[in-house]
């Protein structure tokens, strides 16, 4: 029973990595410019179906495509910024949901067209690989997402910390029109963050592709689980959105385990409700 638990619990926390780093985009996205994007998970589908059609028809391993991904997903975050971001910026987030909410639908039957309905999942060599350490059994996949997954955490972390593009958004997210006083092109702090979390989404989706089913609908799955994570973390923080995808992803496993995998999602969203309840705010903002 113990070590089917601590099995669970590492599973558990390599999903929830995963979860934290989507809601990191959403969470960056919100943090520094009060914007809500609810399409922030079918940014995740989108690169997962490019780098699952570089895969299946030219032999590319996703994980070599994030060379063309993360390029591409950039890109495609400053396109909508610029088309669709800029022109809600000073509406309410009524608006912004909405919009975004429109969004979603048309990425999703526009994959469903173009792709079909059907799951799809890059299955490469080492796709059903697990690494054994005891009677620890973590699958290759997975953990090599994980990896990949804090490696966004810390790359995001050192460049707002450190750059001065990255405490240019910081001063953008504390005080807007002060940011502009002092010189700071706010639309273009905007504009990189934008890019930053459709990046880091894109990332997410090219690497999941070896070892999760997709298909048009999973982006509303990951939307649930992004918007369950800030809640519970908290809108705008950055700690927040990965400790919130951490939980998820813990009480995912354990329950999985332990339970009914269906009732993974009751859980998670029973907690959203507690949290709600007794701080609104977030376990990390006041």
């Known amino acids: 029973m113990v070590e089917v638990t601590f099995n669970a619990l590492i599973n558990g926390l390599l999903y929830g990595s995963i979860w934290g780093v989507i809601a990191l985009g959403f969470t960056l996205i919100f943090g520094v410019m009060d914007f809500v994007n609810f399409a922030q998970g079918f940014f995740v589908v989108v690169p997962a179906y490019f780098s699952f059609l570089l895969f299946t028809r030219w032999g590319i391993d996703p994980y070599v495509s994030l060379i063309l991904v993360t390029p591409v997903s950039f890109a495609l975050g400053l396109l909508v910024y610029r088309y669709l971001g800029a022109r809600l910026l000073d509406e309410p987030h009524t608006a912004h949901i909405i919009v975004t909410l429109g969004l979603c639908f048309f990425i999703e039957n526009g994959v469903l067209l173009l792709a079909g309905g059907d799951l799809r999942s890059a299955v490469t060599s080492y796709t059903s690989e697990s690494i054994r350490l005891g009677a620890l059994i973590v699958s290759y996949p997975r953990l090599w997402a994980s990896l990949i997954a804090w490696a966004c955490v810390i790359g995001l972390f050192l460049f707002l910390k450190y750059t001065n593009l990255g405490k240019s958004m910081r001063a953008a997210a504390d005080n807007r029109e002060g940011a502009k006083i002092v010189g700071i092109y706010v639309d273009r702090v905007y504009l990189i963050a934008f890019g930053l979390s459709f990046m880091i989404a894109g990332m997410t989706g090219a690497v999941m592709i ?13 939307l649930g689980k992004a918007f369950a994570a800030v809640i519970i973390g908290g809108l705008g923080s950055i700690p927040g959105a ?30 959203v409700i507690l949290v709600l309840i007794f701080k609104p705010s977030g376990l990390f903002t006041e």
Request: hydrophobic content about 60%; glycine content about 14%.
């Open 210 to 222: 070896p070892f999760y089913l997709m298909n048009p609908f999973t982006g509303m799955d990951f």
């Open 242 to 271: 990965i400790v919130g995808g951490l939980i998820i992803g813990v009480v995912e496993s354990i329950a999985g385990v332990f339970l009914k995998a269906s009732l993974g999602n009751a859980l998670t969203f029973f907690i």
